[in-house]
């Protein structure tokens, strides 16, 4: 019999992967997954060399990839004792497959698969699970777990326990936050990851409030589908809400998943709000309706404060794309004026160049050929608001700029505005030029024409054909980069040609 034992043993052993780390020999069986795959590795049935049980974790990184760091998340638990965390055995590189794996012990069955029975659990069984991995997280404060979830959740020896510390840390610091964004888990990852922004400790309360949510409904808070959804949904979205009786629970989860980092609550601070809600679901049965009814008025106003963070961290994020997609206008239109300066300077040998501000501070450059001056204007502050000047034409303009030849002797100008914009949600951006005149029904103040605009509220006007406009739209808009910009910059060059020989004509 006990031939037949060993037998066995050795038989079911010929069919494990045999792996060397630095404090043990292990075992593990690849065709026995415990849980689905996540996103930094999956983890399968193994053994120790005396038979004894473990899961045993293969990180999706390599020897080769990360040049031979060495992965220190067992010297950290190894020998100590938590009462809330997976104990972890061993781990490192295997110095046969050059694989990293890390050894830990074996759970019975993960928050994750309880969750993917549907399973809707009370408020009072929530409030036990959030504290177990609240303590669990508590044991190591020095750590940031950066992946929490419910497949890292563990029930081992009859207590929750959390799992897989500091494995998100050693990929982090081997590789770029960007690659890093391809091992987020999509319906727990906090605005701040999504952001590719430094994780805290406040990152994994974020990622704690939405496992309190999937507990309490069925579901996280955000379902995607799409990676781009579950980006957009966690960044600018407040989560439904949450139909059920207790209204500190429901409370503290909106809590936790406050967009800004700041505003959510520390440890400490949780592990007194569930003391609280614990204490009042045992004296649910007592009576006191004003204390239910009290309570709702606190959940309303942490939705309210939520919906409002929710929409000034949007705006601030549209802003944040408005101002970095002027910034590449900017280099485009640098690029087309230096063409057109670049042409006369390079032709006319007593051409000057000047870079300077306006008496408002804007910058300004100018190119100066005797009797002929040409001018550009950066109307660099459009750009740095979300709102769009162009209320009322429903142009949504990113940057302006205007250009303007002066012509000396006789006296004479022509003039137009840059915009970059477009003109409908169905277009691009693009850069246009647009010429102005006044409107024949109001007395004239310029003495020259078609000229530049710098007023946005004026050019809005203007592009309306508002009735008692004082400017009318005398050219435009007609598109001057990419396949355009070749005839802009031949336009431009042919009236400062005729500016400097005196020729320049106003075409009122």
């Not at 399968?44 to 060399?49: A, D, F, P």
């Not at 019975?108 to 929530?126: C, F, G, T």
């Not at 939405?210 to 808070?221: K, N, R, S, V, W």
């Not at 102005?436 to 809005?460: G, I, Q, T």
Request: charged share 25%; hydrophobic share 40%.
């Amino acid at each position: 019999m006990l031939i037949d034992c060993a037998i066995t043993v050795k038989n079911e052993r010929a069919a494990m992967e045999k792996i060397s780390l630095p404090r043990a020999i292990w075992y593990y069986d690849p065709s026995k997954l415990l849980g689905p795959e996540g996103g930094f590795g999956a983890v399968y049935y193994g053994e120790s060399e005396n038979g004894n049980r473990v899961a045993v974790k293969k990180l999706k990184v390599d020897a080769e990839s990360l040049g031979h760091r060495e992965l220190r998340v067992a010297d950290y638990f190894v020998g100590k004792s938590f009462s809330n965390i997976i104990p972890i055995y061993d781990s490192g590189q295997d110095t046969e497959s050059n694989s990293y794996y890390i050894i830990m012990a074996h759970a019975d069955y993960s928050l994750d698969s309880e969750l993917w029975k549907n399973e809707k659990y009370d408020a009072e069984l929530v409030v036990e699970i959030l504290d177990s991995i609240i303590i669990g997280m508590s044991e190591v404060p020095d750590l940031i777990h950066r992946d929490l979830k419910p497949a890292n959740v563990l029930n081992h020896e009859g207590k929750w326990k959390v799992a897989d510390f500091g494995i998100a840390r050693f990929i982090e610091e081997s590789t770029s936050l960007q690659t890093l964004g391809g091992f987020l888990s999509c319906e727990y990852a906090a605005p701040e990851q999504w952001n590719f922004l430094k994780s805290s400790q406040k990152t994994d309360i974020y990622a704690l409030g939405c496992i309190g949510y999937a507990l309490l409904t069925g579901t996280p808070p955000f379902s995607g589908p799409e990676t781009s959804d579950f980006k957009k949904q966690h960044l600018e979205v407040v989560p439904a809400i949450i139909e059920k009786d207790s209204h500190l629970l429901c409370s503290l989860i909106s809590f936790m998943l406050r967009k800004p980092p700041g505003s959510r609550p520390d440890y400490g601070r949780i592990r007194e709000l569930l003391e609280k809600i614990r204490h009042s679901i045992d004296d649910s049965d007592s009576g006191e309706p004003i204390l239910a009814k009290l309570q709702q008025v606190g959940r309303t106003e942490v939705e309210a404060q939520a919906l409002k963070e929710a929409e000034t961290i949007r705006v601030e994020e549209k802003r944040q794309q408005r101002v970095e997609l002027a910034a590449g206008a900017w280099n485009i239109l640098v690029d087309i004026i230096s063409k057109l300066f670049g042409i006369i300077d390079d032709n006319v040998l007593t051409a000057q160049v000047f870079n300077g501000s306006d008496i408002n501070l804007r910058q300004t450059s100018t190119i100066s050929v005797g009797n002929v001056e040409l001018s550009i204007v950066y109307l660099i502050e459009l750009g740095l608001s979300y709102q769009n000047g162009f209320v009322q034409s429903g142009w949504d303009a990113l940057a302006g700029a205007t250009i303007l030849i002066h012509q000396k002797n006789p006296f004479n100008k022509c003039g137009a505005s840059l915009w970059y914009m477009k003109r409908s949600q169905a277009e691009d951006y693009r850069w246009y030029e647009v010429s102005y005149s006044e409107s024949p029904f109001l007395k004239k103040h310029r003495d020259y024409a078609p000229f530049e605009l710098k007023s946005v509220v004026h050019a809005d006007e203007a592009a309306t054909r508002t009735l008692g406009s004082e400017y009318l739209v005398a050219h435009g808009p007609e598109l001057i980069d990419d396949e355009c910009e070749e005839s802009f910059i031949q336009i431009w060059l042919e009236r400062f040609v005729q500016a400097a020989r005196g020729e320049l004509q106003s075409r009122r």
